[in-house]
T-cell receptor
Framework: AQTVTQSQPEMSVQEAETVTLSCTYD???????LFWYKQPPSRQMILVIR??????QNATENRFSVNFQKAAKSFSLKISDSQLGDAAMYFC??????????FGTGTSLTVIP | EAGVTQFPSHSVIEKGQTVTLRCDPI?????LYWYRRVMGKEIKFLLH????????ESGMPNNRFLAERTGGTYSTLKVQPAELEDSGVYFC????????????FGPGTRLTVT
């Protein structure tokens, strides 16, 4: 079965600095999707970034980028120029070929003014 | 466009009582998913509807949980009778196309069983 591990329960970053959230996963599949979701204190979870496993190029969305290492089964999220609005719980997720989502336990990010 | 909505936002019930959670997906989304997050743990898949049919209910913990989606619109998740370990946040998500697009999540319902 697929598992997703987020080893950092809490992280903090100074405003305008860069922070990296780690995520590793375990799978025997070759084709899958990986996601980072953000859940602000208001609780609505929103998609931050998506990566297709067959793509070698790392996905980027403005200040958010990923470091996808397929062989190492690692999928970290880098947030550049951190802003106060980035404070949230971040979930790493794996979507299997069977269309099931597997989530990590989340990383709570604090942005320090 | 309205997002996924869930009701209630918070429910506190006693062990042995019944609770029904509701999810309204984004209009036109055939796929509806239920997830649960127990405090401090990962978000776990419960089940997946395609329209009114249960596509995958492998994540349902036991027969105290009953999900329905009559007419392929909104869905309900009933817990009867509730146990202490059922406490957590129940998320609903919907998607228009199963492959490969992302799911849109609702704000969740926080269920507390005392």
């Amino acid at each position: 079965a697929q598992t997703v591990t987020q080893s950092q329960p809490e992280m903090s970053v100074q405003e305008a600095e860069t922070v990296t959230l780690s995520c590793t996963y375990d799978t025997s599949e070759s084709d899958y999707y990986l996601f980072w979701y953000k859940q602000p204190p208001s609780r609505q979870m929103i998609l931050v970034i998506r990566q297709e496993a067959y793509k070698q190029q790392n996905a980027t969305e403005n200040r958010f980028s990923v470091n996808f290492q397929k062989a190492a089964k690692s999928f970290s999220l880098k947030i550049s120029d951190s802003q106060l609005g980035d404070a949230a719980m971040y979930f790493c997720a794996y979507r299997s070929t069977g269309n099931q989502f597997y989530f990590g336990t989340g990383t709570s990010l604090t942005v320090i003014p | 466009e309205a997002g996924v909505t869930q009701f209630p936002s918070h429910s506190v019930i006693e062990k042995g009582q019944t609770v029904t959670l509701r999810c309204d997906p984004i209009s036109g989304h055939d796929n509806l998913y239920w997830y649960r997050r127990v405090m401090g743990k990962e978000i776990k898949f419960l089940l997946h509807f395609v329209k009114e049919s249960k596509q995958d209910e492998s994540g349902m913990p036991n027969n105290r949980f009953l999900a329905e989606r009559t007419g392929g619109t909104y869905s309900t998740l009933k817990v009867q009778p509730a146990e202490l370990e059922d406490s957590g946040v129940y998320f609903c998500a919907s998607s228009q196309d199963v492959n490969p697009y992302e799911q849109y999540f609702g704000p969740g319902t926080r269920l507390t069983v005392t």
